[in-house]
């Protein structure tokens, strides 16, 4: 009997504790995520997207119009100055360049005729007959002479001396008519003739070498290939662009900011580039130039901030979406929260900090941040617990059970 009153005691106390553990259990606060203030190095970073292009770079546009029937290179290959980009179809114009060549050659062949005073059988013809009548002339000349000197001394009559003299001004004027004849042959306005049909025929020959050489469309410099938008089959305008060429190994990726944040970019600040199409690579560079406006892009305001990558393996192509981060300050010994602590009341940023097991709000003034944490300037210190997001709503003065990550 003793005994089960034993028993029946010990499991009234039990009972008791039990309840009393029950009691004090459902007493106890709520628990609440905390995270604890820390000092640390801040990097205060401006995360974005963007947009590469060639730092160096020229557009190739089509001289003439054509049918494209070749494009013997294809986007992203190297190529030196002077390499096809594409070829037009040529077949109207390849007799073009024989038939001007043909008339430049006869054009040549005239003046040289003219400049040399006209043709050879007929200045031949014209130079012996000249010849011959000088010969004529030089006998008639001596024979009037002698004539001469005979009438003085009474050995041959006046009638004579004047046939003599008759005939040598006959053959005088034969020469001077023969002469007059050849200098004929050729005038001045016929060599100037001559001369401008022969550079109408070189002008003709060359565009009509042009007009062939034309039809391969070559690139202007070494470079690679990063926008050809022509296909075999197509159609060209004159002036339409044909490709792009330039060096990639340094890349312009214009990045844009919103523009609360413009104020934090300056030249000079390092830029951490990635592509989704490349996971785990990462380019650096520098922002070259501070945007001069701000533009609509969608529903955001935004400056284009220029910037300057480094590209030397060449793998990051021109065109390609990117996403930037902008390193726009560092501090030393930064007093932090993580972002997600941040509250607003009315007009006011702060947090609710754990102040003797109760929330306490906490006015706070902020200086930098990442992407995930915030300097704290004042109303904060290092070691102090601030309430992190939690599914119950906490307000100041509620009592809670801080539970730290």
């Known amino acids: 009997m003793a005994m089960k009153r034993w028993l029946l005691l010990i499991v009234i106390v039990a009972a008791v504790a039990a309840a009393g553990w029950l009691a004090t259990r459902g007493a106890a606060p709520p628990e609440a995520p905390f995270a604890r203030v820390r000092t640390e190095t801040l990097v205060s970073q401006l995360t974005t997207n963007g947009r590469t292009e060639p730092l ?69 013809q014209i130079d012996g007959g000249l010849r011959k009548l000088r010969l004529e002339a030089g006998s008639a000349r001596r024979d009037a002479a ?37 200098n004929s042959l050729v005038m001045r306005a016929d ?38 938008p022509v296909r075999p089959g ?8 044909v ?47 501070v945007p001069a406006q701000v533009v ?32 726009a300050q560092v501090v030393e010994n930064a007093v932090t929260i993580p972002k997600s602590a941040l509250r607003r009341e009315g007009s006011e940023l702060g947090v609710l900090a754990l102040e003797a097991g109760r929330l306490a709000w906490r006015k706070i003034v902020l200086g930098v941040s990442s992407e995930t944490r915030a300097q704290v300037l004042s109303g904060l210190k290092p070691g102090e617990a601030v309430a992190l997001p939690s599914e119950r709503e906490l307000r100041p003065g509620t009592a809670v059970t801080p539970v730290y990550p």
């Open 243 to 289: 490709a792009k060429v330039g060096d990639t190994s340094r890349l312009k990726v214009v990045v844009h900011v919103d523009e609360p944040d413009l104020g934090r970019i300056r030249e000079g600040l390092p830029v951490a580039i990635t592509w989704d199409a490349s996971p785990g690579r990462e380019w650096q560079g520098t922002v070259q130039q």
């Open 56 to 124: 160096d770079w020229a557009p190739v546009h089509a001289t003439r119009a054509g049918r494209v029937t070749a494009v013997p290179v294809h986007e992203g290959q190297a190529v030196s100055a002077g390499t096809v980009l594409a070829q037009l179809s040529a077949q109207e114009s390849e007799a073009a360049p024989a038939a001007s060549e043909a008339r430049r050659k006869q054009a040549r062949a005239d003046l040289a005729v003219l400049e040399g005073g006209g043709r050879a059988a007929e200045l031949a």
């Open 234 to 241: 197509a159609w060209l305008n004159e002036g339409d662009l």
């Open 296 to 327: 609509a892009l969608g529903t955001r305001m935004v400056g284009e901030v220029g910037t300057v990558v480094e590209n030397p393996a060449r793998d990051l192509p021109p065109g390609a979406n990117i996403n930037a981060r902008i390193r």
């Open 146 to 182: 002698a004539l001469q000197r005979l009438v003085e001394k009474g050995a041959a009559t006046r009638v004579e001396l004047d046939a003599a003299r008759d005939r040598l001004a006959e053959l005088d004027a034969q020469i001077a008519t023969e002469s007059a004849r050849r």
């Open 191 to 228: 060599i100037d003739s001559a001369r401008a049909r022969l550079a109408e025929a070189e002008s003709a020959y060359a565009q009509a070498r042009r007009h062939v050489e034309e039809a391969a469309i070559r690139a202007p410099r070494a470079g690679v290939v990063f926008e050809l």
